[in-house]
């Protein structure tokens, strides 16, 4: 069975790039009969913003983008996170990293991911005084990781050569944001990961991971990511949608966005009426496989 989702950080409220995140997923979930789960990425405690889970619930509510199960949260599942890193740690692919920010950007070459990681601290032995206070990376192959991706089409990446040994847990000790992530797709079962293409780069550390781990790879969808100007929209700029009396002008923005058919009768319909024609005629292979798209 199909099983979506949309896993907002709650770092402030939703704009118009995350509700085209939202509704893309969701649309592509009830095409085909699926479940679209909504998961809270509340990991990253200095990313959360007060009142913005409350604030994101209610803005999806409105839109009538009703979540199926109760909505979980990354919070919540720090130790089915600890136990998977365990068995990371035992493929023995797995080591204490000490680098500092500073120390990366005068000896580590910049990719499009930030810093190309290679592997400083592989062979160093660390104190155990210190490891409390060490990132945890995991070792990635010199080989090409394959993605075919339903908008972005075929696409590969050598994490080596592109990416480096990756952080799994920082140095803080948090989770990071990519292990997290593909423990949640296996606890929730997700078949199927529509978001913003932001997030295309990071696909192949996840289904590196998600080998590793001997979990199911899920099918992905990037939707390109509305920018204003050059710009991505985020969750600080001053880009407020304001939702209230607003709805069904929100769905059709997001709809031409996405490019998909719009009813011509809209300003009779009631909001679910255009939901239904939206699931109905929603075909994913007409949204566009830019990175990014100006929003009008
Ligand atoms: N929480 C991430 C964000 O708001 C999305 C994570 C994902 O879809 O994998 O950008």
């Known amino acids: 069975m199909y099983i979506g989702r949309f896993a907002p950080t709650p770092s402030g409220d939703l704009h118009y790039g995350s509700l085209v995140t939202a509704i893309a997923s969701f649309l592509d979930a009830k095409k085909f009969g699926g479940k679209w789960l909504l998961k809270i990425d509340d990991l990253d405690k200095q990313r959360v913003r007060k009142g913005s889970i409350e604030s994101i619930l209610k803005t999806l509510e409105c839109l009538h983008?009703?979540?199926?199960?109760?909505?979980?949260?990354?919070?919540?599942?720090?130790?089915?996170?600890?136990?998977?890193?365990?068995?990371?740690?035992?493929?023995?692919?797995?080591?204490?990293?000490?680098?500092?920010?500073?120390?990366?950007?005068?000896?580590?070459?910049?990719g499009e991911s930030g810093y190309i990681y290679p592997g400083f601290c592989r062979n160093k032995v660390l104190g155990n005084s210190t490891i409390n206070a060490c990132a945890t990376r995991l070792i990635v192959d010199d080989l090409p990781i394959f993605i075919d991706d339903q908008i972005q089409g075929k696409l590969s990446q050598n994490l080596s050569k592109e990416i480096g040994d990756f952080v799994i847990k920082r140095n803080d000790q948090q989770f990071s944001y990519q292990f997290s992530v593909c423990i949640d797709n296996k606890l929730d079962k997700i078949t199927n990961i529509v978001r913003g293409a932001d997030l295309l780069s990071s696909t192949p550390r996840q289904v590196y991971l998600l080998n590793l781990?001997?979990?199911?790879?899920?099918?992905?969808?990037?939707?390109?990511?509305?920018?204003?100007?050059k710009k991505k929209i985020s969750k600080s700029d001053d880009y407020k949608v304001s939702i209230n009396g607003n709805q069904k002008a929100i769905w059709m923005k997001v709809l031409k966005f996405l490019n998909q058919p719009i009813s011509k009768n809209t300003s009779e319909m009631k909001l679910d009426e255009i939901i239904k024609y939206a699931i109905k005629n929603w075909e994913i292979s007409e949204v566009s496989p830019l990175n990014s798209i100006e929003i009008s």
């Open 65 to 110: 983008l009703f979540w199926d199960s109760t909505e979980t949260y990354q919070s919540h599942r720090l130790e089915a996170y600890e136990f998977y890193f365990k068995k990371l740690l035992e493929t023995r692919k797995t080591y204490h990293c000490n680098c500092s920010r500073k120390f990366l950007s005068e000896n580590a070459k910049l």
């Open 213 to 229: 781990l001997n979990f199911d790879i899920p099918e992905f969808s990037h939707v390109p990511i509305a920018n204003i100007g």
